[in-house]
């Protein structure tokens, strides 16, 4: 079991009367990469300033080592942070950005000069001590502004959004960069984002929130397969999500069939939210399918093409690599493993219905992201 | 369209910096005249060096200057900091209350902080000289305050907010977090602040006119009451320096800047930046040395142990060593060591009675005309004089005791005696024509004539024209006065004080009425000027006499000064030097024959049979009186 360094306890964060979080409870262990992912608005930035120490929780205790650190100043937190727009020094070079918390802590010049060498060395930047950081890329700044946290050695590193002034190939390498990082220094990094890719692919666990309140915690594949809520699972990734009943266990209703499924322990008929990820869908000749529908629009995504196609009025997102023309009539398989069933929330009839389905959809949500703070 | 931009840019540049070039030729003039340049020299300069009192006057601009910009600095950088993290609406709210004072006119600032520097002063703390160097200093940095703001605002603005959130992150106190990150950040608005309070200060005039008492005083406000006589040469070499200081300093401003934009371009060497931190360190610990020292002799510098003497008078109006004369002062306190004379001006009788009345100012002397002592002694604003103290009033004139202003010789010894006459060019005025005062409304000379600008000189003349009393209370005379005015208006080509020195002398006007002591001065520089007593009809003579105000804290110290200037040998120098009459006929044996002997400077009893004096007239008459004036003399619309 890894030991534990961080607990947040009942957090509430009110700003001019409005919630921003709602009872937030979460630990952090050492040497883990979790991220905190969530829409713009979700209180994701604002948990990551709190255990930074920049904002004091209205209500509930942060604590370090199992000792309350809520009045503790951010400078005499064992956190270093790594700002969303790098926030680098502009009068300062690359030598003295970096060896800036060093200097501050008044550490010998010697052992300044051999580690702000040694993070040189770690990010990539070497023989860049004396550039001027305005001279530097955006991916060059942005290592210098994790070797400047790191080279203070803190237990915990925070990152805000670090990725998102980055272009999307960039954006790519800096993650197995931070990934690299962070299992070659051994440390805590708390990731915030609210790129489901991202999150999905560097983490050790991912927390989902969604309006001031935590919706999952999970490693993940668990996050990715198992989504508890209509939300979690529209949020990562693609569903179509439909109301159905659990007849029984293993068994579940709905469009007017049964089928079999692998979950369990719901009440006799009770309402659940089936999902059904696009990429588990298989398309068949009409006469196999057990339901039978038509293709409305097909967008090519590379990979593969987005198919949206009408059961009975109701839209589904179909991920294939195989062409079928508009107005084509198509049949679909749905195996037991491609269903999974979930407990009915706030969030249901709210998500996975994709009657309203346009090419430019998944590009406004990550602007609307980008926002964020 | 290109050709018509840079033409009119030209044009502009020309018409700012004109001034400054005539201002400059000057400077290096050997004659005194601006029209005309004579030739080149460095006298002025070496003159102005040998100034004392313009060098000590300059050093108080200096110092307050420095002084208010730089504590004006420090907190208007910490303000601005305060009010940039308060939340948006409250701080737009601030900021508007900040920007107030600099769109307030001067003059109400000044008249405001000068109320409450006397309120807290007098009142409260029960001070009896409330207006000092302390109170300049508060103001000059009062309205210092919101330029510093108006500049590093906007640097705090640009600056990512996140900058600060990171160094607090690696290890910085919110105070190191300031000086390492913030600050760097918002230098180049809190030099150009500092170097705009910095002007702001050294060139205010209106503001420290009214905070000021007489015991510190800086150079615009000194050199505004030199009104009377023309500015001499050497302050021309003082302004050119002035000028060339602030040139320097905002090319140097604008050149650090352009540097620091091209070194951002340019990839840093290490080197450099040791050598840029050395010399940061170096200019702070001269600024700051330079405060400690500012600041260190101004709490030394009064700990002597001396009397201070308070003389508050009319600019240029005692011999100050210039050209051969004595400096009174000086051989003052030769003579009395343990007096030290703290002397301050001022520009005419009505603002030396608003500054007295207003309080919270020492002053021990003071040098008013007849029918403004007349006043102060009506309103109980003068003390009696010990003429124990005072043997040398003996040597005064039996004309000058039992006056109408001081009947019975309780409150004032005189200083300065002179008349009101004809002064007009024989080039182009009919000798035939000059018969008395009817000579300034004669049509032939129309647009050539210019008149009193001040409303108890102007009445007077018509009053002598009329045959009235010039001390009437009779309405309707005054009426008949300002009828008589109105119909010399149109012949008027203006209503001047003391311009009429560059329009006699350059032949502009032909016509004109003035002091005589004044007159005597533009003949010696134009010799078709003549003067002319219309001893017929009567003029006004005038005495400007010593008195002590109630606010006296020196009243020996005073008196021995009034009797060390009522002896023969100095007021004959005194005089000699400032071309007055002196009251005391023993002092014309140490005078010039010249200026004895001038019917001028000294007409004979018959000339002056028909000359009268002003009295102090009722509050209410004065104000109708003004009101005429202002009415027969304004422009026709």
């Given at each position: 079991?890894?030991?534990?360094?961080?607990?947040?306890?009942?957090?509430?964060?009110?700003?001019?009367?409005?919630?921003?979080?709602?009872?937030?409870?979460?630990?952090?262990?050492?040497?883990?990469?979790?991220?905190?992912?969530?829409?713009?608005?979700?209180?994701?930035?604002?948990?990551?300033?709190?255990?930074?120490?920049?904002?004091?929780?209205?209500?509930?205790?942060?604590?370090?080592?199992?000792?309350?650190?809520?009045?503790?100043?951010?400078?005499?937190?064992?956190?270093?942070?790594?700002?969303?727009?790098?926030?680098?020094?502009?009068?300062?070079?690359?030598?003295?950005?970096?060896?800036?918390?060093?200097?501050?802590?008044?550490?010998?010049?010697?052992?300044?000069?051999?580690?702000?060498?040694?993070?040189?060395?770690?990010?990539?930047?070497?023989?860049?001590?004396?550039?001027?950081?305005?001279?530097?890329?955006?991916?060059?700044?942005?290592?210098?502004?994790?070797?400047?946290?790191?080279?203070?050695?803190?237990?915990?590193?925070?990152?805000?959004?670090?990725?998102?002034?980055?272009?999307?190939?960039?954006?790519?390498?800096?993650?197995?960069?931070?990934?690299?990082?962070?299992?070659?220094?051994?440390?805590?990094?708390?990731?915030?984002?609210?790129?489901?890719?991202?999150?999905?692919?560097?983490?050790?666990?991912?927390?989902?929130?969604?309006?001031?309140?935590?919706?999952?915690?999970?490693?993940?594949?668990?996050?990715?397969?198992?989504?508890?809520?209509?939300?979690?699972?529209?949020?990562?990734?693609?569903?179509?999500?439909?109301?159905?009943?659990?007849?029984?266990?293993?068994?579940?209703?709905?469009?007017?069939?049964?089928?079999?499924?692998?979950?369990?322990?719901?009440?006799?008929?009770?309402?659940?939210?089936?999902?059904?990820?696009?990429?588990?869908?298989?398309?068949?000749?009409?006469?196999?399918?057990?339901?039978?529908?038509?293709?409305?629009?097909?967008?090519?995504?590379?990979?593969?093409?987005?198919?949206?196609?009408?059961?009975?009025?109701?839209?589904?997102?179909?991920?294939?690599?195989?062409?079928?023309?508009?107005?084509?009539?198509?049949?679909?398989?749905?195996?037991?493993?491609?269903?999974?069933?979930?407990?009915?929330?706030?969030?249901?009839?709210?998500?996975?219905?994709?009657?309203?389905?346009?090419?430019?959809?998944?590009?406004?949500?990550?602007?609307?992201?980008?926002?964020?703070? | 369209?290109?050709?018509?931009?840079?033409?009119?840019?030209?044009?502009?540049?020309?018409?700012?910096?004109?001034?400054?070039?005539?201002?400059?030729?000057?400077?290096?003039?050997?004659?005194?005249?601006?029209?005309?340049?004579?030739?080149?020299?460095?006298?002025?300069?070496?003159?102005?060096?040998?100034?004392?009192?313009?060098?000590?006057?300059?050093?108080?601009?200096?110092?307050?200057?420095?002084?208010?910009?730089?504590?004006?600095?420090?907190?208007?950088?910490?303000?601005?900091?305060?009010?940039?993290?308060?939340?948006?609406?409250?701080?737009?709210?601030?900021?508007?209350?900040?920007?107030?004072?600099?769109?307030?006119?001067?003059i109400v600032?000044?008249i405001?902080?000068s109320l409450?520097?006397?309120?807290?002063?007098?009142?409260?703390?029960?001070?009896?000289?409330?207006?000092?160097?302390?109170?300049?200093?508060?103001?000059?940095?009062?309205?210092?305050?919101?330029?510093?703001?108006?500049?590093?605002?906007?640097?705090?603005?640009?600056?990512?907010?996140?900058?600060?959130?990171?160094?607090?992150?690696?290890?910085?106190?919110?105070?190191?977090?300031?000086?390492?990150?913030?600050?760097?950040?918002?230098?180049?608005?809190?030099?150009?602040?500092?170097?705009?309070?910095?002007?702001?200060?050294?060139?205010?005039?209106?503001?420290?006119y009214f905070?000021?008492?007489?015991?510190?005083?800086?150079?615009?406000?000194?050199?505004y009451s030199y009104v009377k006589k023309?500015?001499?040469?050497?302050?021309?070499?003082?302004?050119?320096?002035?000028?060339?200081?602030?040139?320097?300093?905002?090319?140097?401003?604008?050149?650090?800047?352009?540097?620091?934009?091209?070194?951002?371009?340019?990839?840093?060497?290490?080197?450099?930046?040791?050598?840029?931190?050395?010399?940061?360190?170096?200019?702070?610990?001269?600024?700051?040395?330079?405060?400690?020292?500012?600041?260190?002799?101004?709490?030394?510098?009064?700990?002597?142990?001396?009397?201070?003497?308070?003389?508050y008078n009319w600019g240029q109006y005692?011999?100050?060593?210039?050209?051969?004369?004595?400096?009174?002062?000086?051989?003052?306190?030769?003579?009395?060591?343990?007096?030290?004379?703290?002397?301050?001006t001022y520009s005419d009788n009505e603002t030396m009675y608003t500054k007295l009345s207003g309080g919270?100012i020492?002053v021990?002397v003071i040098i008013p005309s007849d029918y403004m002592v007349a006043r102060l002694i009506a309103e109980g604003m003068l003390l009696e004089l010990?003429f124990?103290?005072?043997?040398?009033y003996?040597?005064v004139d039996e004309a000058f005791r039992n006056t109408a202003y001081d009947p019975e010789n309780k409150y004032s010894v005189p200083y300065t005696w002179g008349t009101v006459g004809i002064i007009y060019n024989t080039?182009y005025v009919d000798e035939a024509d000059v018969t008395g005062w009817e000579l300034l409304w004669n049509k032939k000379y129309d647009d050539k004539i210019l008149m009193f600008g001040n409303s108890r000189d102007a009445f007077g003349i018509a009053q002598y024209l009329l045959g009235y009393d010039v001390n009437t209370t009779d309405p309707a005379e005054l009426r008949a006065c300002a009828n008589k005015l109105k119909e010399q208006r149109p012949m008027v080509q203006q209503y001047i004080m003391d311009e009429i020195f560059a329009a006699m002398?350059?032949?502009e006007a032909w016509i004109a009425t003035y002091y005589a002591g004044d007159c005597l001065t533009m003949m010696?520089?134009?010799?078709?000027l003549a003067f002319y007593f219309p001893q017929e009809q009567g003029f006004n003579m005038f005495i400007d006499a010593m008195c002590i105000p109630t606010c006296c804290?020196?009243?020996?110290?005073?008196?021995?000064?009034i009797?060390?200037l009522c002896?023969?040998?100095?007021?004959?120098?005194?005089m000699?030097?400032l071309g007055y009459s002196t009251p005391i006929s023993?002092?014309?044996?140490?005078?010039?024959?010249?200026?004895?002997?001038s019917e001028l400077a000294y007409p004979s009893e018959e000339i002056l049979v028909n000359a009268t004096s002003y009295a102090y007239l009722p509050e209410e008459i004065t104000q109708l009186v003004e009101a005429l004036f202002q009415e027969a003399t304004k422009l026709i619309d």
């Amino acid at each position: 079991m890894a030991k534990e360094l961080i607990r947040l306890q009942d957090l509430v964060m009110e700003f001019d009367g409005e919630r921003i979080l709602d009872g937030i409870n979460l630990y952090f262990n050492d040497h883990e990469f979790l991220t905190l992912l969530g829409p713009s608005g979700c209180g994701k930035t604002t948990t990551l300033r709190i255990i930074g120490g920049f904002l004091t929780p209205t209500s509930g205790k942060v604590l370090f080592d199992g000792k309350e650190v809520n009045d503790v100043p951010p400078y005499q937190r064992q956190v270093n942070t790594v700002f969303q727009r790098y926030a680098l020094f502009p009068h300062l070079d690359v030598y003295d950005n970096i060896a800036f918390g060093l200097n501050v802590a008044k550490v010998d010049k010697q052992e300044i000069h051999d580690r702000v060498h040694e993070m040189l060395g770690i990010v990539g930047l070497k023989g860049y001590e004396n550039r001027r950081v305005e001279s530097l890329s955006g991916g060059q700044q942005q290592r210098v502004a994790i070797a400047r946290a790191l080279v203070n050695r803190p237990k915990v590193l925070l990152l805000d959004e670090p990725l998102a002034a980055l272009d999307l190939r960039l954006r790519k390498d800096m993650q197995n960069e931070l990934k690299r990082i962070q299992q070659a220094m051994g440390i805590t990094f708390i990731y915030v984002t609210h790129d489901q890719e991202e999150a999905l692919s560097m983490s050790d666990t991912v927390v989902v929130m969604d309006k001031g309140r935590i919706q999952q915690i999970g490693r993940p594949e668990d996050i990715y397969n198992e989504p508890k809520n209509a939300f979690v699972a529209d949020f990562i990734g693609e569903s179509n999500i439909l109301d159905g009943t659990m007849l029984a266990d293993y068994k579940v209703r709905f469009f007017g069939r049964n089928f079999e499924c692998l979950d369990k322990g719901f009440a006799p008929n009770e309402p659940v939210d089936v999902v059904i990820r696009p990429e588990d869908i298989d398309i068949v000749p009409p006469e196999q399918g057990h339901l039978v529908g038509t293709v409305t629009s097909v967008t090519f995504k590379g990979l593969n093409y987005d198919i949206i196609c009408e059961f009975r009025g109701f839209k589904w997102l179909i991920q294939t690599t195989d062409f079928h023309p508009v107005g084509a009539t198509i049949g679909i398989l749905l195996n037991p493993e491609d269903i999974h069933i979930m407990k009915k929330s706030e969030y249901s009839g709210m998500f996975g219905d994709y009657s309203s389905y346009s090419a430019e959809y998944d590009e406004l949500t990550e602007d609307a992201g980008n926002e964020e703070d | 369209m290109k050709h018509a931009n840079r033409i009119i840019t030209a044009l502009i540049l020309i018409f700012l910096y004109i001034p400054m070039a005539v201002l400059i030729v000057a400077s290096f003039n050997t004659g005194t005249d601006i029209t005309e340049f004579e030739g080149f020299t460095l006298q002025q300069y070496v003159r102005l060096f040998q100034d004392d009192k313009l060098l000590g006057l300059l050093g108080n601009s200096l110092l307050i200057s420095i002084l208010a910009s730089g504590i004006a600095t420090v907190f208007g950088t910490l303000a601005a900091v305060g009010i940039n993290s308060l939340n948006p609406k409250l701080r737009k709210l601030v900021m508007s209350l900040t920007d107030i004072p600099m769109t307030n006119p001067d003059i109400v600032t000044g008249i405001s902080l000068s109320l409450l520097f006397v309120f807290v002063g007098t009142t409260m703390l029960g001070q009896k000289e409330s207006l000092t160097f302390w109170t300049l200093l508060i103001a000059h940095i009062t309205f210092n305050l919101p330029y510093v703001i108006l500049n590093v605002m906007p640097k705090l603005k640009q600056m990512d907010a996140s900058l600060t959130d990171a160094a607090m992150d690696l290890g910085c106190t919110p105070v190191q977090a300031f000086f390492k990150v913030t600050l760097h950040e918002i230098m180049p608005g809190v030099i150009s602040g500092a170097i705009m309070a910095f002007t702001m200060s050294l060139d205010d005039f209106v503001i420290s006119y009214f905070v000021t008492g007489n015991s510190f005083i800086t150079l615009p406000v000194e050199i505004y009451s030199y009104v009377k006589k023309p500015v001499a040469p050497k302050v021309y070499a003082l302004f050119t320096l002035l000028f060339l200081l602030i040139f320097v300093l905002m090319a140097a401003m604008n050149l650090m800047q352009l540097r620091a934009d091209q070194k951002r371009k340019e990839t840093r060497v290490r080197v450099e930046t040791e050598g840029m931190k050395v010399f940061k360190r170096l200019v702070a610990v001269t600024a700051a040395a330079a405060l400690v020292i500012g600041c260190g002799w101004l709490i030394l510098h009064p700990a002597e142990e001396k009397v201070t003497l308070n003389v508050y008078n009319w600019g240029q109006y005692i011999s100050e060593g210039q050209d051969d004369t004595i400096d009174v002062i000086a051989e003052f306190e030769n003579a009395y060591p343990w007096i030290d004379v703290r002397y301050s001006t001022y520009s005419d009788n009505e603002t030396m009675y608003t500054k007295l009345s207003g309080g919270g100012i020492t002053v021990d002397v003071i040098i008013p005309s007849d029918y403004m002592v007349a006043r102060l002694i009506a309103e109980g604003m003068l003390l009696e004089l010990d003429f124990s103290n005072i043997p040398n009033y003996a040597y005064v004139d039996e004309a000058f005791r039992n006056t109408a202003y001081d009947p019975e010789n309780k409150y004032s010894v005189p200083y300065t005696w002179g008349t009101v006459g004809i002064i007009y060019n024989t080039k182009y005025v009919d000798e035939a024509d000059v018969t008395g005062w009817e000579l300034l409304w004669n049509k032939k000379y129309d647009d050539k004539i210019l008149m009193f600008g001040n409303s108890r000189d102007a009445f007077g003349i018509a009053q002598y024209l009329l045959g009235y009393d010039v001390n009437t209370t009779d309405p309707a005379e005054l009426r008949a006065c300002a009828n008589k005015l109105k119909e010399q208006r149109p012949m008027v080509q203006q209503y001047i004080m003391d311009e009429i020195f560059a329009a006699m002398e350059n032949e502009e006007a032909w016509i004109a009425t003035y002091y005589a002591g004044d007159c005597l001065t533009m003949m010696e520089n134009n010799p078709d000027l003549a003067f002319y007593f219309p001893q017929e009809q009567g003029f006004n003579m005038f005495i400007d006499a010593m008195c002590i105000p109630t606010c006296c804290q020196e009243k020996e110290a005073a008196e021995l000064f009034i009797n060390f200037l009522c002896d023969p040998w100095i007021s004959g120098q005194n005089m000699n030097a400032l071309g007055y009459s002196t009251p005391i006929s023993a002092a014309k044996d140490y005078m010039d024959p010249e200026m004895v002997e001038s019917e001028l400077a000294y007409p004979s009893e018959e000339i002056l049979v028909n000359a009268t004096s002003y009295a102090y007239l009722p509050e209410e008459i004065t104000q109708l009186v003004e009101a005429l004036f202002q009415e027969a003399t304004k422009l026709i619309d």
